[in-house]
């Protein structure tokens, strides 16, 4: 992409936009914390030029200098390949609109001309509420209170999950047309409130935690020696952003295998071979 070193998030969240969905990023520069939003994936959305998007980006002179690489995790195709880390062209969250409205939503196709405009009027808002209610705000002394182990910051952090976990669940009882689905998706959020709540009869045991431990090590062996720098904490931190944690501790018990699976994927991926040392 360039030179410049890729963003490391601390956080990843996909938000639904009414049939789309949008992945946003949480990184911190220079002790700040700051929103950042791919574009190629909006593109696609919208069903616009990618190359010619990021020539224009390129070009502006104030789009230039804010826009950044980070690495983004990615899901499988439907047919199960490719996914995992991936660097991708980012925009600040309060720049996103300077770009959109660059979009000449007349000259696009005319079954593209709705979702563009829908884009450019609601976008920044929808993302700006769904990390505010995520919590993937800058506002580090209000974090640090968070820390403390106190009944304020417990009973906070449980109402604060409790409502993201209604506001989703409306919005997918509007949308999906099966109730199986809504109730995976309900059980998945399920699994995120009680790891950050740290119920410690829905995570995984010390034996487990070792596993993941030995993985994440091994991958991070692998890829500093590829990159000649340390990069343990880039895969711990990756690891993080995957599975909605702040420590390999938290995982929930039903999400072991689906770890194990990633990270050894992930490993494969970096080596090419098919033996795997954790």
Same mark, same amino acid.
């Given at each position: 992409?360039?030179?410049?070193?890729?963003?490391?998030?601390?956080?990843?969240?996909?938000?639904?936009?009414?049939?789309?969905?949008?992945?946003?990023?949480?990184?911190?520069?220079?002790?700040?914390?700051?929103?950042?939003?791919?574009?190629?994936?909006?593109?696609?959305?919208?069903?616009?030029?990618?190359?010619?998007?990021?020539?224009?980006?390129?070009?502006?002179?104030?789009?230039?200098?804010?826009?950044?690489?980070?690495?983004?995790? $990615?899901?499988?195709?439907?047919?199960?390949?490719?996914?995992?880390?991936?660097?991708?062209?980012?925009?600040?969250?309060? !720049?996103?609109?300077?770009?959109?409205?660059?979009?000449?939503?007349?000259?696009?196709?005319?079954?593209?001309?709705?979702?563009?405009?829908?884009?450019?009027?609601?976008?920044?808002?929808?993302?700006?509420?769904?990390?505010?209610?995520?919590?993937? $705000?800058?506002?580090?002394? !209000?974090?640090?209170?968070?820390?403390?182990?106190?009944?304020?910051?417990?009973?906070?952090?449980?109402?604060?999950?409790?409502?993201?976990?209604?506001?989703?669940?409306?919005?997918?009882?509007?949308?999906?047309?099966?109730?199986?689905?809504?109730?995976?998706?309900?059980?998945?959020?399920?699994?995120?409130?009680?790891?950050?709540?740290?119920?410690?009869?829905? $995570?995984?045991?010390?034996?487990?935690?070792?596993?993941?431990?030995?993985?994440?090590?091994?991958?991070?062996?692998?890829?500093?020696?590829?990159?000649?720098?340390?990069?343990?904490?880039?895969?711990?931190?990756?690891?993080?952003?995957?599975?909605?944690?702040?420590?390999?501790?938290?995982?929930?018990?039903?999400?072991?295998?689906?770890?194990?699976?990633?990270?050894?994927?992930?490993?494969?991926?970096?080596?090419?071979?098919?033996?795997?040392?954790?």
């Amino acid at each position: 992409m360039n030179d410049e070193k890729a963003l490391i998030p601390i956080k990843q969240r996909q938000v639904t936009f009414y049939e789309d969905e949008i992945t946003a990023v949480l990184v911190k520069q220079d002790d700040k914390q700051q929103i950042y939003v791919p574009v190629k994936p909006i593109c696609e959305s919208l069903g616009i030029d990618w190359d010619a998007q990021r020539q224009r980006i390129r070009r502006d002179p104030v789009l230039s200098k804010v826009v950044k690489g980070a690495v983004i995790i $990615t899901a499988p195709s439907v047919k199960g390949l490719g996914g995992g880390p991936q660097e991708m062209l980012c925009l600040p969250l309060e !720049f996103l609109n300077g770009w959109l409205f660059g979009i000449n939503a007349s000259r696009v196709k005319p079954e593209l001309q709705e979702p563009v405009l829908r884009y450019q009027l609601e976008c920044y808002k929808v993302l700006a509420e769904a990390f505010q209610e995520g919590r993937l $705000t800058a506002d580090p002394a !209000f974090d640090e209170l968070l820390q403390a182990d106190t009944p304020a910051a417990q009973a906070y952090k449980m109402i604060v999950a409790m409502m993201q976990l209604a506001r989703q669940q409306l919005l997918l009882e509007a949308r999906l047309d099966s109730q199986s689905s809504s109730i995976e998706d309900h059980e998945r959020r399920l699994e995120y409130v009680e790891s950050q709540l740290g119920n410690a009869s829905r $995570t995984i045991t010390e034996d487990e935690a070792v596993q993941i431990s030995k993985a994440v090590k091994a991958i991070g062996l692998v890829w500093s020696q590829k990159e000649k720098k340390n990069q343990y904490g880039a895969v711990y931190g990756l690891f993080y952003s995957q599975f909605e944690i702040t420590s390999y501790k938290l995982l929930p018990t039903r999400r072991f295998r689906e770890a194990m699976n990633w990270l050894t994927q992930w490993y494969i991926e970096l080596t090419g071979k098919s033996e795997i040392p954790f």
